[in-house]
């Protein structure tokens, strides 16, 4: 487990790197959860991956602050907090571009078996960032 290859994985997957740029730091079938109804269908950190590579499309300035990066060694766990910042100026989002902006906290929690990810969780309250956007 390091901690400089979760700070990798989670640039990669912030900037929309998608699964080709965050496989290299996972277990091909690592879990994903997250209690939103955003993301309840996905239940693998490929599928959350791409689901952030097109969560760029619409909100092409999407960019992320990053707040606390810690690792836990007991647990072999790693945890991030940041802000998402963007606009939606971009197509394929659920409306036609608003224009309206999100700074949205969340929190990652990742699990490690070796120097990969098995699992991670992401803490997140997507009906407030929905509303920032125009999208709910």
Not at 12 to 23: D, L, P, R, S, Y
Not at 24 to 46: N, W
Request: charged residues 20%; negative net charge.
């Amino acid at each position: 487990m390091g901690l400089e290859s979760a700070k990798q994985f989670f640039d990669a997957c912030e900037t929309g790197k998608g699964w080709e740029g965050c496989k290299g730091f996972c277990h091909s079938d690592a879990t994903f959860s997250s209690q939103t109804g955003a993301l309840s269908d996905i239940s693998s950190l490929e599928g959350y991956c791409e689901w952030m590579k097109n969560l760029l499309i619409p909100i092409p300035d999407g960019r992320y602050e990053l707040k606390f990066f810690g690792i836990d060694e007991t647990t072999n766990s790693v945890s991030a907090v940041a802000v998402f910042h963007g606009t939606q100026t971009g197509p394929e989002g659920p409306v036609p571009p608003t224009g309206k902006t999100i700074a949205a906290d969340y929190a990652y929690h990742m699990i490690f078996d070796g120097d990969r990810i098995k699992h991670m969780t992401k803490i997140w309250n997507d009906t407030i960032s929905l509303q920032q956007l125009g999208w709910g």
